[in-house]
């Protein structure tokens, strides 16, 4: 229970009173920047995504028995969700503030039948609105960067 609750709140970020969800996503933003700007390409991109939502989907599982379905302690959904946001797009400053903007957005408002997503069972409710948010988040992304040049 330990590691999954380490693992759910980002190792402790999901404990933050208020906001702890903005925080996870602006905390992913940076960690994707300095991780792209070492070059990295984009398999291990798609191995991150996967990792964080296995251990999201399991971690938001187990948790889920003593703090109640979607905790707002559970905040390694948000870290998917900027992961999959910024997937393929430039690591560029103004492109990571707009792919928090767009998510944030998507997350809190869930438009588009993001809500709809929630009612899965278990781990898998608490990360598949945050990847539906992060689809979208990426999609704009991508119009938007080909419009930049």
């Known amino acids: ?21 903005t925080v996870a996503a ?3 933003c940076i960690a994707w920047y300095f991780i792209q700007v070492r070059g990295v390409n984009a398999l291990f991109d798609l191995i991150t995504i996967l990792v964080i ?6 971690s938001a599982s187990v948790v889920e028995i003593e703090w109640g379905k979607d905790s707002n302690r559970v905040v390694i959904d948000e870290l998917l969700g900027m992961c999959i946001s910024l997937f ?4 560029e400053l103004k492109y990571i503030a707009l792919a928090f903007v767009f998510f ?15 009612v ?10 945050d990847v539906l948010a992060g689809i979208y988040s990426n999609i704009l992304l991508h119009i938007v960067v080909k419009m930049s040049f």
């Open 88 to 91: 393929l797009i430039p690591a």
């Open 53 to 58: 939502t296995i251990f999201g989907i399991w």
């Open 120 to 129: 899965l069972p278990g781990g898998w409710g608490v990360m598949a609105d």
């Open 26 to 28: 602006f905390i992913g």
């Open 104 to 118: 944030r957005f998507f997350d809190i408002v869930k438009p588009l039948y993001i809500r709809k997503a929630e």
């Open 1 to 21: 229970m330990i590691i999954a609750k380490l693992i759910s709140t980002c190792l402790g970020i999901g404990y933050i009173r208020k906001g702890a969800g």
